[in-house]
T-cell receptor, first 116, second 114 residues
Framework: KQEVTQIPAALSVPEGENLVLNCSFT??????LQWFRQDPGKGLTSLLL?????REQTSGRLNASLDKSSGRSTLYIAASQPGDSATYLC???????????????FGKGTKLTVNP | EPEVTQTPSHQVTQMGQEVILRCVPI?????FYWYRQILGQKVEFLVS????????KSEIFDDQFSVERPDGSNFTLKIRSTKLEDSAMYFC????????????FGPGTRLTVT
C-alpha cells in the first residue's frame, strides 16, 4: 500500500529565503507525482506535475524534482514571499501499466509560513 | 479557463439526514472523482467514475455513499444517512481522457454534520 510522507509538517521562514519541501513515497512504481497548494479552508491548486520518466519540472519560482528509485521528491521555492504561505501537498499515482488506478495518494502536507 | 465547480460551498446537516453534494466537471472531461479531507488529515480518495459506472472505490465508500451523473453536466455524491464522522471537505475532480495526466480539482464543499 502506497504511503506518502511529507517533512517537515510545518516550516516558518523569513521573506526572501529559498526553501525546500520534501515528499517521500514507499512504492516507487508511480506514474506521476503532483504538487498542490492549499490555502486555509480552500481547494487544491495544482502547481507542478512530474511524470515518472522526468527528473524535474519548473514553473516560475518553483522547481520540483523526482527521484523515483529512492522514492523522493522535493519542491524548491526560490525567493519566498508572504503570498507563498499555504499548505503544500504532494500526491502520487500509479500507472495503468502497473496495475494501478486513477486515484491520487496524498501526503499530509507541509504548512509554510513566510514572514515579512 | 474552464474550472470544476462545486455547490454548495458549505452544507450543514443533522446526523441521519441525506445530503447531495454537486459538482460540475469541465465540459469535455470523461473521468470523475470524489475525494475528502477531514480537518487536519490527508486528502483521501473516495471513488472514480467513468462511462456511467464506478471504476474504483475506496474502503470509505460504503453503502451509505453513492454517485451519479444525472445529466450531461452534473456529477453528484450522495450520503444517505450522515454521521458525525462524515464532516469533512469534499473535493470533486475530473480529467479529459485516458492518457491525460492531471486531475483538475474543484474548490470543495465543506460538510458539517451536527
Amino acid at each position: 500500500k502506497q504511503e506518502v510522507t511529507q517533512i517537515p509538517a510545518a516550516l516558518s521562514v523569513p521573506e526572501g529565503e529559498n526553501l525546500v519541501l520534501n515528499c517521500s513515497f514507499t512504492d516507487s512504481a508511480i506514474y506521476n507525482l503532483q504538487w498542490f497548494r492549499q490555502d486555509p479552508g480552500k481547494g487544491l491548486t495544482s502547481l507542478l506535475l512530474i511524470q515518472s520518466s522526468q527528473r524535474e519540472q519548473t514553473s516560475g519560482r518553483l522547481n520540483a524534482s523526482l527521484d523515483k528509485s529512492s522514492g523522493r521528491s522535493t519542491l524548491y521555492i526560490a525567493a519566498s514571499q508572504p503570498g507563498d504561505s499555504a499548505t503544500y501537498l504532494c500526491a502520487v499515482r500509479r500507472g495503468p501499466f502497473q496495475g494501478g488506478s486513477e486515484k491520487l495518494v496524498f501526503g499530509k502536507g507541509t504548512k509554510l509560513t513566510v514572514n515579512p | 479557463e474552464p474550472e470544476v465547480t462545486q455547490t454548495p460551498s458549505h452544507q450543514v446537516t443533522q446526523m441521519g439526514q441525506e445530503v447531495i453534494l454537486r459538482c460540475v466537471p469541465i465540459s469535455n472531461h470523461l473521468y470523475f472523482y470524489w475525494y475528502r479531507q477531514i480537518l487536519g488529515q490527508k486528502v483521501e480518495f473516495l471513488v472514480s467514475f467513468y462511462n456511467n459506472e464506478i471504476s474504483e472505490k475506496s474502503e470509505i465508500f460504503d453503502d451509505q455513499f453513492s454517485v451519479e451523473r444525472p445529466d450531461g453536466s452534473n456529477f453528484t455524491l450522495k450520503i444517505r444517512s450522515t454521521k458525525l464522522e462524515d464532516s469533512a471537505m469534499y473535493f470533486c475532480a475530473s480529467k479529459p481522457r485516458t492518457d491525460s495526466y492531471e486531475q483538475y480539482f474543484g474548490p470543495g464543499t465543506r460538510l458539517t454534520v451536527t
